[in-house]
């Protein structure tokens, strides 16, 4: 395992090492109600639980929490190339 494997276990390992993040109720109830108004107008559940999914990834990214590996690293870990 390289050192760069290395390390981006470790910085998984200090998020998991945080337990799951618990959410007020509020927040949960808003959240849920959001995704069921854009499921009403959008047709489909699908589209909004993705539409949630990725404002949750693009928080993450801004908090600067998120662990991201390039296309051919990603190929590279998985035996696929």
């Given at each position: 395992?390289?050192?760069?494997?290395?390390?981006?276990?470790?910085?998984?390992?200090?998020?998991?090492?945080?337990?799951?993040?618990?959410?007020?109720?509020?927040?949960?109830?808003a959240?849920?109600n959001?995704i069921e108004?854009e499921?009403d107008t959008?047709?489909?559940?699908?589209d909004?639980?993705?539409?949630?999914?990725?404002?949750e990834?693009d928080?993450?990214?801004?908090?600067?929490?998120?662990?991201?590996?390039?296309h051919?690293e990603?190929r590279r870990r998985?035996?696929?190339?």
């Open positions: 395992m390289s050192s760069e494997d290395e390390d981006d276990l470790a910085i998984i390992e200090q998020i998991r090492a945080r337990g799951p993040v618990w959410v007020p109720q509020e927040e949960a109830n959240l849920m959001q108004a499921a959008d047709d489909s559940a699908e909004a639980e993705d539409a949630a999914a990725m404002r990834w928080a993450l990214k801004a908090s600067g929490e998120a662990v991201t590996v390039p051919e990603a998985l035996g696929l190339d």
